[in-house]
């Protein structure tokens, strides 16, 4: 049977208020600098969409490609993920405490932050624009199934979606589904296949090469 759950206990505090006057002094300061001829805008937004897209989801892709290759520390990160994570060196502020859930053939997992952008940086980098967009944070939790359909992923009616709503205390990291014809890969390989969207639930890991 189709349908999903809204896992909300929000807890939103002064985090976030400092959160917002920081993007504020770093508008403020972008547009001085650019002003001032400093910053090109242009470059700025290709350092800031690596860093979202290429740089910041590696350590995630890191993470899971070590738990689909060594079960034990699978175990490990989906009893207590933080310490797991830790283990591969990747910590920080906005990753004190991360909950790692698991996507299977029945269950799809995606994660949302309903009020504002609580977001794993340790392990997926900056929050992409649309996962801060209203939009998003709403629709997610409404109509999750239309959500994957504008991200292109269509699950079978029978798949159960599960929404995690991201707080100030707690931030999840979606494992998903490891693709078939996957089997004998290295972790470096198996890394390659772990997209950032795949990671907050609202894609699916790539194919390898040659795979449908």
Known sequence: MSGHDHHHHHDH?????????????VRALESILTEKGYVDPAALDELIQ??????????????????WSD???????????????????YAG?????????ENTPDLHNMVVCTLCSCYPWPVLGLP???YKAAPYRSR????????????DVTLPEATKIKVW????????LVVPL?????????EEQLAELVTRDSMIGTGLARPPAGVA
């Not at 505090?13 to 002094?25: A, C, M, V, Y």
């Open 128 to 130: 992409p624009v649309w």
């Open 71 to 89: 079960p034990a520390y699978r175990a490990r990160l989906l009893a207590d993920a933080t310490p797991a994570i830790l283990e591969l060196g």
């Open 13 to 25: 505090d002064h985090e976030h208020s400092e959160l917002s006057e920081t993007e504020l002094r």
């Open 50 to 67: 690596t860093y979202e897209t290429k740089v910041g989801p590696r350590n995630g892709a890191q993470v899971i490609a070590r738990a």
């Open 165 to 172: 709503d991201s707080t100030a205390e707690i931030r999840y």
């Open 93 to 101: 502020r906005q990753g004190e405490h991360i909950v790692a859930v």
């Open 178 to 186: 490891r693709p078939a014809g996957s089997e004998g890969m290295s």
């Open 140 to 151: 997610a939790v409404k109509d999750p199934r239309g959500v994957l359909k504008d991200f």
